[in-house]
């Protein structure tokens, strides 16, 4: 039976006994009715394993003892910064919890002219929440134990004219470069913008030129905004990552 994985928000170096969150106590009492005795996987987001067993269990509440601290390094050497124009309903959660099993670092929402989605600021905020949890259940789920970063919102020529030294990355079918013809990258990685379900205007998409953007093809076909962002991660990470 596999051992399940559970994070922990706060850094268990140097720890011998902690208290698991109440989200992850949740899990471990009342979804896998596990009990004292039984082992799990705890990681901090340090890119450290930490193997501990169960030495107290209730429905509210579990603590465990931690057995030991172990190195395990399953990141990706090409860094990714998804800017993700948000999508209507799941397509937004899916993308999420895909680019993290992908091995995406940081995603950025974005709204952009042809954005379908209005949410207030209360709403957006509890939605970057939301994402946040589905990117670390994507980690528990996946072995990654590095947790990619959800960012808050911001207009799309903002996070455009942000600089980092990445790679500047916009899917266009005119492209001159395909992914696999590109440049070198550079080390600090990509930053790779994909487009909303209607499209970037014309304004939007001149922007990401005078910001510095290269353009790249996927293809002939024309893509759905959730099926372009993985498409495009997973042909990068073959050609510069970590997947074969």
Not at 49 to 61: D, E, L
Not at 88 to 100: A, D, L, N, P, Y
Not at 213 to 226: A, D, I, P, Q, S
């Amino acid at each position: 039976m596999r051992i399940p994985r559970i994070y922990h928000p706060t850094s268990l170096e140097n720890q011998q006994n902690c208290q698991l969150s109440d989200d992850a106590a949740n899990h471990v009492g009342r979804v896998l009715r596990m009990q004292v005795g039984e082992h799990i996987e705890l990681f901090d987001g340090s890119n450290h394993i930490y193997p501990a067993i169960i030495t107290q269990a209730s429905k509210k509440a579990v603590e465990v003892e931690i057995l030991s601290r172990q190195l395990d390094d399953r990141e990706s050497p090409l860094f990714i910064h998804l800017g993700q124009v948000i999508s209507r309903g799941e397509r937004m959660e899916f993308t999420i919890q895909k680019s993290v099993e992908l091995g995406v670092n940081v995603i950025t929402p974005l709204w952009s002219e042809r954005c379908g989605v209005k949410l207030d600021a209360e709403r957006m905020e509890k939605k970057i929440q939301q994402w946040q949890k589905i990117a670390i259940a994507a980690c528990e789920q996946c072995g990654r134990n590095v947790v990619p970063e959800i960012r808050p919102l911001m207009k799309l020529q903002d996070w455009c004219a942000e600089q980092d030294g990445t790679l500047k990355l916009n899917l266009h079918p005119r492209a001159q470069y395909s992914i696999r013809t590109l440049p070198e990258i550079p080390a600090q990685g990509v930053r790779l913008l994909i487009g909303s379900e209607g499209g970037l205007s014309a304004q939007e998409i001149a922007q990401t030129e005078t910001q510095g953007f290269t353009e790249v093809l996927l293809g002939k076909r024309v893509l759905r905004t959730e099926t372009a962002a993985l498409s495009a991660i997973t042909a990068l990470q073959v050609c510069f990552g970590d997947l074969a």
